[in-house]
């Protein structure tokens, strides 16, 4: 490889490197693998490797795997317009781009069930109620004069159908590393809205 590819291999994101990868299939072959790849985005079995293995290396194959992951999850988890799904695509020939937009109209539902899934599938447990109290601790069994405020959080969580109480106990530093995490989650949230 000269220095001129590598330069420009470095430089390019996950979409250039899929438009460049894609671009290698024929107008006719792309949307059956589109489809195909949706097909296991959903939840059924991925298009094989063996099958393209004429076209695309396994290192180039697993990229196009991931950067058609990421196109679809932005396309269809963002809602974005036709114009942001082509800002996306970049330079890509107008038969792939538009077999591309073509997947993303057909299946957009499907594709968003599925990542709502997945998104739910990460965890079984809901938060169903909290409760809060703040106590002052004043001496311990070691220690006469404590004066530590401590927080209980009661939980009360619902686990595949079945409610369950979690009670923590948490000191000012656990306060602070619990509500530091929380905002970190907020931040990651707006960012997927």
Same mark, same amino acid.
């Given at each position: 490889m000269?220095?001129?590819?590598a330069?420009?291999?470095?430089? *390019? #994101?996950?979409e250039?490197?899929?438009?460049?990868?894609l671009?290698r +299939?024929?107008?006719?072959e792309?949307?059956k693998?589109l489809?195909?790849?949706?097909?296991?985005?959903?939840?059924?079995?991925?298009p094989?490797?063996v099958e393209?293995s004429?076209?695309?290396?396994?290192i180039?194959?697993?990229?196009?795997?991931?950067?058609?992951a990421q +196109?679809?999850?932005v396309?269809? #988890?963002?809602?974005?317009?036709?114009?942001e799904?082509?800002?996306?695509l #970049?330079?890509l020939? *107008?038969a792939?781009?538009?077999?591309?937009?073509?997947c993303?109209h057909?299946r957009?539902?499907e594709?968003r069930q599925?990542l709502?899934?997945?998104?739910?599938?990460?965890?079984?447990?809901? +938060?169903?109620?909290?409760?809060?109290?703040i106590?002052?601790?004043?001496?311990s069994?070691?220690?006469s *004069? /404590?004066?530590?405020?401590l927080?209980?959080? *009661?939980?009360?969580l619902?686990e595949?159908g079945i409610?369950?109480?979690?009670?923590i106990?948490m000191?000012k530093?656990?306060l602070?590393? /619990?509500?530091?995490? /929380?905002?970190?989650?907020n931040?990651v949230v707006l960012q997927l809205?």
């Amino acid at each position: 490889m000269t220095s001129a590819s590598a330069d420009t291999t470095e430089e *390019s #994101g996950p979409e250039d490197i899929m438009i460049k990868l894609l671009e290698r +299939l024929s107008p006719t072959e792309c949307p059956k693998l589109l489809h195909r790849f949706v097909d296991g985005l959903c939840g059924r079995s991925y298009p094989k490797r063996v099958e393209y293995s004429e076209v695309w290396s396994l290192i180039e194959w697993g990229e196009l795997m991931s950067s058609l992951a990421q +196109l679809f999850r932005v396309a269809v #988890g963002r809602m974005s317009s036709d114009q942001e799904v082509q800002e996306l695509l #970049g330079d890509l020939g *107008s038969a792939h781009a538009d077999a591309i937009l073509q997947c993303v109209h057909a299946r957009r539902e499907e594709i968003r069930q599925a990542l709502v899934d997945r998104t739910n599938g990460i965890s079984s447990t809901q +938060l169903q109620d909290f409760n809060w109290q703040i106590k002052l601790a004043l001496s311990s069994d070691k220690l006469s *004069s /404590l004066n530590t405020p401590l927080l209980n959080l *009661s939980l009360d969580l619902k686990e595949n159908g079945i409610q369950r109480a979690v009670n923590i106990e948490m000191n000012k530093e656990e306060l602070h590393t /619990l509500i530091s995490a /929380l905002e970190a989650a907020n931040k990651v949230v707006l960012q997927l809205k």
